[in-house]
């Protein structure tokens, strides 16, 4: 982005005008600073860490295309969330999230209660076969809900999610599946039967949830 766009935008959003030499003096610092953040050292341990990744659009060689932002997100002893990298990619997959992983190693990262991501395959195996081999892969609910809502009718979704809700709510593994099959049994399971199977797919990597307290459930779900 140019100088010239840059002090249009300022204007035009918040109503700032910066010269053209404090502009550059600003953009100038940002790389330094930047690369600083980038290979900042981390806390040694993290109850849990997301793995997750959003839709851009990235001004390149004069071209806007859509990347996707890879980001890593840890939660420390406080429950204060900290962003610990955003990796800028064309594409996501999991042996980009087994560099991420093995990055987030070497600034300092020696073990995680929980990793939550969105069920790449074979990214949960090569957590725990390397990095942090203690951690408990856990499928992310949100994503998992969110996977579900693809089959499902926009004008139902409030229904489903809200019958659904009982499975991930379930105080033991048992009472998910019970609640899981008595919504497979409803007429909104008949109706879309693909929820089921899909959540049926990801129960492996979903049911280390049901283990966690309230407290934690509620950290994973924010």
Known sequence: MKVREIRHRLDSTLGVELSAGTISKITDAVPDAVLAWQAHPLEAFYPVIYLDAIRVKVRHNSRVTNRAAHIAVGVNMDGIKHVLGIWVQAD?????????????????????????CDGLAGLAEAIEATWWPDSVV???????????MRFVAYQDRKKVAAALKPVYA???????????????DSAL??????????????????????????????????
Not at 138 to 148: D, K, P
Not at 202 to 220: D, G, Q, Y
């Open 92 to 116: 996501k997959g999991a042996p980009f999230w087994a560099h991420v992983c093995a990055e987030l190693a070497n600034r300092g990262v020696k073990d995680v209660l929980i990793v939550c």
């Open 138 to 148: 856990q499928t992310c609910v949100v994503h998992l809900i969110r996977s579900l």
């Open 170 to 184: 379930a105080p033991s593994e048992d009472a998910a599946r019970k609640a899981l099959a008595d919504f497979s």
């Open 189 to 222: 399971g008949a109706r879309y039967p693909d929820t089921v199977t899909t959540w049926e797919r990801a129960w492996e990597r979903f049911t280390p949830f049901l283990s966690f307290p309230p407290m934690l459930r509620r950290v994973i779900l924010e």
